[in-house]
């Protein structure tokens, strides 16, 4: 799955199902994923912890997670993915996207029967690129979203940042105070000073929690944010380059074409033309 996500950049919502699959390897990556164990059993490994899955089983994954499955005994699994861009709610500005960004998804969720009945038939469609699967794709989100949210199924970030520390990790306050200032020049030393650790051991519980250094996480998640900028507001690349603290062209250019797999420029284009009237054929190229 990782493989599909980073070489097909840049990604809109993107339904995959694999059949007949034994393991996928430990990987991340900058978008959201609902997986949803259509078929088997499985060991999940995920924030550093490993869970047994049974089918039907759905697990939201954040941004960045280190994740793997890997089938329990000789039997393969087969399983869906909606991966989504968190653009897909429009400009930061927008009220879904607000909201969005306000909460935090419970990592094992429920779905309606209808849903993932809707989650399969969808799985079918891309696979076929039946005419009109990426609405299809839309709307299947937000009514998971939609259900996930009248089953109280979130957290807000409000919320969690009030909870002891007991109930959220010093990571996850160290990962929250990056996204609230990832624009700024942010130093090992200011996330030090919010969790207590020692040098050397943030440095390890991080590596171990997210799967790459501080400086990798927070330019990871500005090039995130720098999609939306490419694709929904005016500023040239220069100009988006440095709103997100990367104050050398060339620099921003070279760690966005490392994670995104193309440079500033042609995800810039291709994202705009994906909204044109029209455009279902980019839509598909930007799936195959």
């Given at each position: ?36 164990l259509k078929k088997g059993y499985v060991n999940f490994e995920i924030g550093g912890k490993s869970y047994k899955l049974g089918t039907g089983s759905v697990v939201f994954i954040q941004p960045l997670e280190v994740h793997s499955v890997k089938s329990i005994g000789n039997d393969s699994f087969e399983y ?209």
């Amino acid at each position: 799955m990782s493989e599909n996500i980073e070489k097909n950049a840049p990604v809109y919502p993107i339904i995959n199902i694999f059949q007949q699959e034994k393991k996928i390897e430990r990987h991340h990556h900058v978008v959201f994923e609902f997986f949803y164990l259509k078929k088997g059993y499985v060991n999940f490994e995920i924030g550093g912890k490993s869970y047994k899955l049974g089918t039907g089983s759905v697990v939201f994954i954040q941004p960045l997670e280190v994740h793997s499955v890997k089938s329990i005994g000789n039997d393969s699994f087969e399983y869906c993915s909606l991966v989504f861009d968190s653009s897909v709610f429009g400009f930061e500005n927008n009220p879904c996207r607000e909201f969005f960004d306000s909460v935090r998804l419970k990592r094992f969720v429920e779905l309606s029967d209808k849903i993932l009945n809707h989650f399969v038939l969808l799985c079918d469609s891309s696979n076929k690129k039946t005419p009109g699967y990426e609405i299809l794709q839309t709307t299947l989100l937000f009514d998971i979203l939609s259900y996930l949210i009248i089953t109280n199924q979130y957290e807000t970030v409000a919320l969690l940042r009030k909870q002891t520390k007991y109930n959220i990790s010093a990571i996850d306050i160290a990962i929250e105070y990056i996204k609230d200032n990832f624009a700024d020049n942010i130093e090992l030393q200011d996330v030090l000073k919010l969790t207590n650790y020692s040098r050397s051991h943030f440095i390890r519980l991080f590596k171990e929690h997210t799967g790459m250094n501080l400086v990798e996480y927070i330019n990871k998640y500005r090039i995130e944010k720098a999609c939306l900028e490419l694709i929904y507001s005016k500023k040239n690349i220069t100009e988006i380059a440095t709103e997100f603290g990367f104050n050398n062209i060339q620099y921003f250019s070279r760690v966005f074409k490392q994670y995104m797999n193309c440079t500033p420029k042609q995800y810039q284009m291709k994202g705009k033309n994906s909204m044109k009237p029209n455009s279902a054929k980019d839509a598909k190229d930007r799936i195959n």
